[in-house]
Structure formats: structure tokens, C-alpha cells
């Protein structure tokens, strides 16, 4: 059974410093890898995806996201926040197109 | 491109009434669709699958009975909440596949806050 362990509940970074969010997936073939982010009672922005290729992804808002099979990782990264990245982060671990199990987050809080 | 609605995006409801959720794929066509539910500071678990034109599949431990999938055209799938009780409150949201690219990828929508008084 595919799962998604965000061990990170709560990250508190001040503007303008570097984010890491980390992400731990188990499935049992090549994944396909997602992050997503949800503003407050809003639905979920695709920020990248790794299907297969470049192991290091960028995606949009100056996200990236690098897949490090041998750690079953797949963690997200922005070198320098912006006050409007606060929001809630999800990875989601499936097949293009099959259902999706997500991680249960990581609450990002920008200090002034 | 590749936009999902789902209308109403909230509801307050009895207790014992039934509530209809739409989810519609606006600029392309989706042969499956997804539901999911989101309770408060919680993450996304998935309801079902919607297929086009065959019954949902129901993920273990959601009742079929109770929230009816109808995925009756290409661009529209409908999750209906019947018997609402006050545990229905929650955020459901819907996702679409389509192709970006050669890939396929979920497309969400906005989400639809259910509250059963």
C-alpha cells in the first residue's frame, strides 16, 4: 500500500530565509510524486510533479523538489520566502491520473 | 486551461437533508473524477473514484448509501450527501484528470464547506 509521511506538522521560517519541506513516501513501484499547497479554505495549487527524468523538479512560485529514490524522499524547497507563501503544503504520492494518497501536511507560518 | 469548478462552493443544511454537490471540468473532458473529504486541520482522504458512465468505487469504510456519485457526462460528476448529519460537515473537494502534457495529472476544485446544523 502506497503512503506519504510529512514529519513536519508546523515549520515557522522568517521572510526572505530558505524553506525545506520534508516529504517520505512508500509505494511500491517508480512513484509519481506530488506537492500541493492550499491557502485557507481555498483547494489545492499543483506546485510540481515528478513522474520520471530530471530527478530535481522546479516548479511554479519558485518551488522546487528534488526525488531521492535511495531515501524515498521527495522534499520540497524554496531558496527565499515571501510572506504569501503561508499556507498548508501537501505530498501526494500515486499513478498519473490514478487517486492520490496525500501526506498530512505541513503548516507553513511566514514571520515578518 | 484544465479548470475545475464545484458549485455550491458552501452549504448550510439540516440535519436529515439531503445536499447535492457539483463538480464540473470547465475546459476539458475527464473520464475520471475523484471525491475527497477534508476535515478541519486535517488532510484530504479520498471518497471515491468517479468513472464516466459506470458506478463510483468506494474507498473502505465510506458508505455507498450515503453519498451518491454520479459521473453522468464527460465534464460533471455530482456527489449527493443524503441524511446529512452534523460528522458531514466537512470540506469536500473534487479532482478531475486530464492531460497536461502527455501526462495525466488531477486537476482540484475549489472545494465545497458543507455544515449540518
Known amino acids: 500500500a502506497q503512503s506519504v509521511t510529512q514529519p513536519d506538522i508546523h515549520i515557522t521560517v522568517s521572510e526572505g530565509a530558505s524553506l525545506e519541506l520534508r516529504c517520505n513516501y512508500s509505494?511500491?513501484?517508480?512513484?509519481?510524486l506530488f506537492w500541493y499547497v492550499q491557502s485557507p479554505g481555498q483547494g489545492l495549487q499543483l506546485l510540481l510533479k515528478y513522474f520520471s527524468g530530471d530527478t530535481l523538479v522546479q516548479g511554479i512560485k519558485g518551488f522546487e523538489a528534488e526525488f531521492k529514490r535511495s531515501q524515498s524522499s521527495f522534499n520540497l524547497r524554496k531558496p527565499s520566502v515571501h510572506w504569501s507563501d503561508a499556507a498548508e503544503y501537501f505530498c501526494?504520492?500515486?499513478?498519473?491520473?490514478?487517486?492520490?494518497?496525500f501526506g498530512g501536511g505541513t503548516r507553513v507560518l511566514v514571520k515578518p | 486551461g484544465a479548470v475545475v469548478s464545484q458549485h455550491p462552493s458552501w452549504v448550510i443544511c439540516k440535519s436529515g437533508t439531503s445536499v447535492k454537490i457539483e463538480c464540473r471540468s470547465l475546459d476539458f473532458q475527464a473520464t475520471t473524477m475523484f471525491w475527497y473529504r477534508q476535515f478541519p486541520k486535517q488532510s484530504l482522504m479520498l471518497m471515491a473514484t468517479?468513472?464516466?458512465?459506470?458506478?463510483?468505487?468506494?474507498e473502505q469504510g465510506v458508505e455507498k448509501d450515503k453519498f451518491l456519485i454520479n459521473h453522468a457526462s464527460l465534464t460533471l460528476s455530482t456527489l449527493t450527501v443524503t441524511s446529512a448529519h452534523p460528522e458531514d460537515s466537512s470540506f469536500y473537494i473534487c479532482?478531475?484528470?486530464?492531460?497536461?502534457?502527455?501526462?495525466?495529472?488531477?486537476?482540484f476544485g475549489p472545494g465545497t464547506r458543507l455544515l449540518v446544523l
Open positions: 509505494y511500491g513501484a517508480t512513484p509519481y
Open positions: 479532482s478531475a484528470v486530464g492531460l497536461a502534457g502527455t501526462k495525466e495529472t488531477q486537476y
Open positions: 468517479s468513472n464516466e458512465g459506470s458506478k463510483a468505487t468506494y
Open positions: 501526494a504520492v500515486g499513478a498519473a491520473g490514478n487517486k492520490l494518497t
